[in-house]
T-cell receptor, first 118, second 111 residues
Framework: GAVVSQHPSRVICKSGTSVKIECRSL??????MFWYRQFPKQSLMLMAT?????????EQGVEKDKFLINHASLTLSTLTVTSAHPEDSSFYIC??????????????FGPGTRLTVL | ELKVEQNPLFLSMQEGKNYTIYCNYS?????LYWYRQDPGKSLESLFV?????AVKQEGRLMASLDTKARLSTLHITAAVHDLSATYFC???????????FGTGTRLKVLA
């Protein structure tokens, strides 16, 4: 149980284009999802918190107009990188928290999406 | 502001040896998580530590939590090559679902 998927797993795009990454909780409902970015040999940095039916909360320094997050249902959140540039190339990982889960408040992580911007 | 530090950042050890990775955090929290990450992969959950004094073991790995000292340890016993990976601790901010990740420890076990 508690499986999270991401699509696509890898994407290569040209500079200036937009890329959408999907994060789905496959066997549970998630009121809250998180988006992280990880550069090579670095830790995970939280980009934003995505709550179903409301606007995402972005961490300091993350451009909300560049990284558009939509959490339209209890099983799907999307991250759109708009006007991507080579410096946006990174490993993007989402996670989801089980709705109604209290005891452990544990995040379940997706497999990640490798974005390369040429 | 919650900050999480791990040490060492890099660890190269011989097979069969024991070693400990440390995770210190700066403010009160009662939930701490350990993850493993292989190159090019996402996170694999290792341990969830929810209370002071919690100790969990799985195979050659054992994790503990001391909330008073704001310290968690991940102890490796008789390391084998398959344990080579990057290990992260993550601390949950009190009252939220948010995690703050440690810097990570890159472990290389030499045959």
């Amino acid at each position: 149980g508690a499986v999270v998927s991401q699509h696509p797993s890898r994407v290569i795009c040209k500079s200036g284009t937009s890329v959408k990454i999907e994060c789905r909780s496959l066997d549970f409902q998630a009121t809250t999802m998180f988006w992280y970015r990880q550069f090579p040999k670095q830790s995970l940095m939280l980009m934003a918190t995505s709550n179903e039916g409301s606007k995402a909360t972005y961490e300091q320094g993350v451009e909300k107009d560049k990284f558009l997050i939509n959490h339209a249902s209890l099983t799907l959140s999307t991250l759109t990188v708009t006007s991507a540039h080579p410096e946006d190339s990174s490993f993007y990982i989402c996670s989801a928290v089980l709705a109604g889960g209290v005891l452990q408040l544990e995040q379940f992580f997706g497999p990640g999406t490798r974005l390369t911007v040429l | 502001e919650l900050k999480v530090e791990q040490n060492p950042l890099f660890l190269s050890m011989q097979e069969g040896k024991n070693y400990t990775i440390y995770c210190n955090y700066s403010t009160t929290s009662d939930r701490l998580y350990w993850y493993r990450q292989d190159p090019g992969k996402s996170l694999e959950s290792l341990f969830v530590l929810l209370s002071n004094g919690a100790v969990k073991q799985e195979g050659r790995l054992m994790a503990s939590l001391d909330t008073k000292a704001r310290l968690s340890t991940l102890h490796i016993t008789a390391a084998v090559h398959d344990l080579s990976a990057t290990y992260f601790c993550a601390v949950s901010e009190s009252g939220t679902y948010k995690y703050i990740f440690g810097t990570g420890t890159r472990l290389k076990v030499l045959a």
